[in-house]
């Protein structure tokens, strides 16, 4: 058995090598960037009963619980939880920037604006990602990943056009803050899993956002106990899957892949999640809108291709 496992891993390994393809690293991006697409309507919908802090509380206590179970049944143990004190600064600074103020910004502009509009808008941070990673990162620039960039960005304007009318100011403004977390929190976590193990992570930095949002925990009680259950729903699914399998997916293929390079992937998240606000919320996009989706997708495969 041990020897077939072995054998499937070198012909995995093999097969990526020959396409230029880390298959089980983009294998963990198309489930990232589904689960959180799949988010924005979620936010969206628990919005009608639960305020930006409280729900992302309740997002990431059930992630730690989840992430807990999972850790536990793996490791039956803490061998993999840093001991040096600088994994442990990394791990708090991504957990407080990205896990917690990201998600608290993302909740407050979604009740400002539609799902797919805060996807768009939120979704520019790859491109301050990939700018930072190669300044403080030292990662290359490919024209690939320009390109690539440059043509998401196009199809961002378009559905950005396209939903003229259906947002306000500050919604805007929430979303732009949870853009610039989002980066920040990428660039940091990128250099936190040069210590430590993504699913170690992801679990750790879960645990210490909740902890930093536990002041919130006598209104989340209040707003639940007077909320339909669809809202609670909501919260454990942002908690399973958006959060500890998407973030746990995310943190596996980012300690393979180049920041600038992966982050990118996610301009595929608005198209995705336009298409979800419209089937689940109602919230029907226009035609440009839709056309825009479009192109961020072909920006994202221009983006994954290697430089020659």
Not at 78 to 88: E, G, S, T
Not at 174 to 194: D, E, W
Not at 261 to 282: E, F, K, N, Q
């Amino acid at each position: 058995m041990v020897s077939v496992i072995n054998e499937s891993r070198t012909a995995t390994a093999d097969h990526a090598t020959a396409t230029g393809i880390d298959i089980p690293a983009a294998a963990a991006v198309i489930v990232a960037v589904a689960v959180w697409a799949s988010a924005f309507v979620a936010i969206r919908d628990a919005g009608t009963a639960l305020s930006a802090a409280p729900m992302a509380l309740l997002r990431l206590a059930v992630a730690a619980l989840a992430l807990t179970v999972l850790v536990g049944l793996r490791d039956r143990g803490l061998r993999r939880v840093p001991r040096a004190r600088a994994p442990w600064l990394l791990i708090a600074g991504y957990a407080v920037l990205w896990l917690a103020g990201y998600t608290v910004a993302l909740n407050a502009a979604e009740r400002h604006v539609d799902a797919g509009t805060a996807a768009l808008l939120v979704n520019l941070a790859p491109l301050l990602v990939a700018i930072g990673a190669a300044f403080l990162l030292r990662e290359k620039l490919s024209r690939a990943l320009l390109f690539g960039v440059l043509v998401s960005l196009s199809g961002v304007t378009a559905i950005a056009l396209g939903t003229v009318g259906h947002h306000d100011g500050l919604g805007v403004v929430l979303c732009l803050l949870a853009a610039v977390l989002y980066a920040a929190g990428v660039l940091i976590q990128k250099a936190a899993l040069r210590h430590v193990d993504a699913l170690t992570a992801i679990w750790l930095g879960c645990l210490i956002a909740t902890l930093v949002l536990l002041p919130w925990t006598p209104r989340l009680v209040t707003e639940l106990s007077t909320a339909p259950a669809r809202t609670v729903v909501d919260g454990v699914y942002l908690g399973l899957f958006p959060t500890a399998l998407g973030f746990t997916a995310w943190s596996y293929a980012l300690r393979r892949t180049d920041a600038g390079r992966l982050t990118t992937a996610s301009y595929g998240v608005p198209a995705v999640s336009v298409l979800l606000s419209w089937l689940v919320l109602g919230e029907i996009p226009t035609l440009l809108a839709l056309a825009g989706g479009a192109v961020c997708l072909v920006g994202v495969a221009i983006s994954r291709r290697r430089s020659a």
